[in-house]
């Protein structure tokens, strides 16, 4: 199985950054598609950003685009969401997520979608105040 560990969650002003790291054990090659999914507190969890095994595709939910950046580091084996320009409406928690089915390559027509995922981690939680 693939085993997912989300860390570098907390608070941070409105305007400020955070990133985030998964750590991504197992059958890594089961991961081909990768992704970070937000939920606000009462709210539907949404996907907000994802990658493909190499990179190259990547694909950010409107709401995101332009302040968030998705990598991976093959390496250490670490998915990151580098959160920039933070607002209150970020608040929520953020899950990072992964497949073996290669969904994300058509996110940009179809969105990021929760039932693409197999593979989930605990969440960390993002409080952004104004």
């Known amino acids: 199985q693939v085993r997912l560990v989300e860390s570098g969650g907390g608070s941070v002003q409105a305007g400020g950054s955070l990133q985030l790291s998964c750590a991504v054990s197992?059958?890594?090659?089961?991961?081909?598609?990768r992704g970070w999914f937000h939920q606000a507190p009462g709210k539907e969890r949404e996907g907000v950003a994802s990658s493909d095994l190499g990179g190259g595709i990547t694909y950010y939910a409107e709401s995101v685009r332009d302040r968030f950046i998705i990598a991976y580091d093959n390496a250490t084996n670490t998915l990151s969401l580098r959160m920039n320009s933070l607002k209150p409406e970020d608040t929520g928690m953020y899950s990072c997520?992964?497949?073996?089915?290669?969904?994300?390559?058509?996110?940009?027509?179809?969105?990021?979608?929760?039932?693409?995922?197999?593979?989930w981690g605990q969440g960390t939680q993002v409080t952004v105040s104004s």
């Open positions: 997520a992964a497949d073996r089915g290669g969904n994300c390559l058509v996110a940009r027509h179809r969105g990021i979608r929760l039932s693409d995922y197999t593979y």
């Open positions: 197992g059958y890594t090659y089961k991961s081909y598609c």
